[in-house]
């Protein structure tokens, strides 16, 4: 039997409660985007957001926030959702975020936080930028192959977003040292590339009670989860670091630059939700991506009563 074009899109669409998002013309002019299906917004609600649309400086005054109007223009599509608003805005603004590795998960993550408005960055890395680099690591440029990896992602922060405070921390991370770095920030981003540094990091992390955005890549697989205080952490998944060569590093068995855009993209995502205090985290939960046959799926995660996160 043939299926006509209206029953194949009831099938596809309605049944599922897909809903259509368009980037369209009225979006990139700061006109209210289109609704998807079936969506219910009250009139109270339309009104609201014509309000919050015609006049952005005032509804910021209201609530005491003092944006400069290049700011105002700069952030104005983050502003003009309901869960960010003036206030989500200024909360970015505030936060201090830590970045470890400059490298292919940075690279995205260091982008978007920059470019949505978080007041500082620290980014903690020992190496320099190698051509090698290049395929994933998309905050360094050919230029700046031979610098400093904190220096060159820096640079690029600054170009998208000059407002940003840039902390560079131009050290290989250390028992020594991880505590003092972890102190100064709000909340911390695992980018690194080795296993010492995912363990160093989530203990120093249970131990100053900061929540830890953590994202990691292989070949073509990602996984993401956000381990906060009085959720499971690192340890409690892996509760020790593996037999050294019995993980393969992306160096030795590859990574397809675009899985680290992916990861390093839903990294930054996680890490505003957090800021703002939106959404449902990652806390209590593993996010598994393959790349190849383009399925994502979220497995819970458990505290290990055993482990030392539980006994602080
Ligand atoms: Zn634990």
Redesign the pocket.
């Known amino acids: 039997m043939r299926l006509s074009r209206e029953s194949v899109r009831r099938s596809n669409a309605e049944s599922h409660r897909i809903a259509p998002i368009s980037v369209t013309n009225a979006c990139a002019s700061g006109r209210k985007p289109a609704r998807g299906l079936g969506e219910a917004v009250s009139e109270q609600e339309d009104a609201n957001e014509e309000l919050r649309l015609a006049t952005p400086r005032a509804h910021l005054r209201a609530m005491d926030i003092d944006f400069s109007d290049d700011e105002i223009t700069r952030y104005s599509r983050n502003i003009l959702l309901a869960e960010v608003g003036g206030s989500g805005q200024a909360q970015l603004k505030a936060a201090r975020v830590l970045v470890v590795g400059a490298g292919g998960l940075g690279s995205p993550l260091l982008l978007y936080l920059a470019a949505a408005g978080v007041g500082t960055l620290g980014i903690v890395d020992d190496d320099a930028v190698d051509l090698s680099n290049l395929q994933r690591q998309v905050v360094h440029t050919t230029a700046r192959v031979g610098i400093s990896k904190v220096a060159s992602a820096a640079a690029a922060v600054t170009a998208i977003n000059p407002e940003v405070a840039v902390e560079l921390h131009e050290v290989r991370l250390t028992e020594a040292n991880v505590a003092g770095l972890v102190a100064g920030y709000d909340i911390v981003c695992d980018g690194s590339d080795n296993f010492t540094t995912r363990f160093l990091l989530n203990d120093a992390c ?1 131990a100053a009670g900061r929540t830890l955005v953590s994202a990691a890549v292989l070949r073509f697989d990602g996984q993401l989860s956000t381990f906060k205080p009085g959720g ?2 690192y ?2 998944l892996y509760p020790v670091p593996p037999p050294d060569g019995l993980v393969p590093t992306c160096g030795e068995a590859g990574i397809l630059g675009a899985v680290t855009g992916v990861m390093g993209s839903l990294q930054a995502a996680e890490v505003l939700k957090e800021i703002l205090g939106i959404g449902e985290g990652l806390s209590g939960r593993l996010l598994i991506w393959d790349a190849l046959t383009t399925r994502f799926r979220t497995v819970t995660l458990a ?2 009563p055993d ?4 006994h602080g």
């Open positions: 249970v499971p952490c340890r409690c505290r290990d482990c030392a996160c539980g």
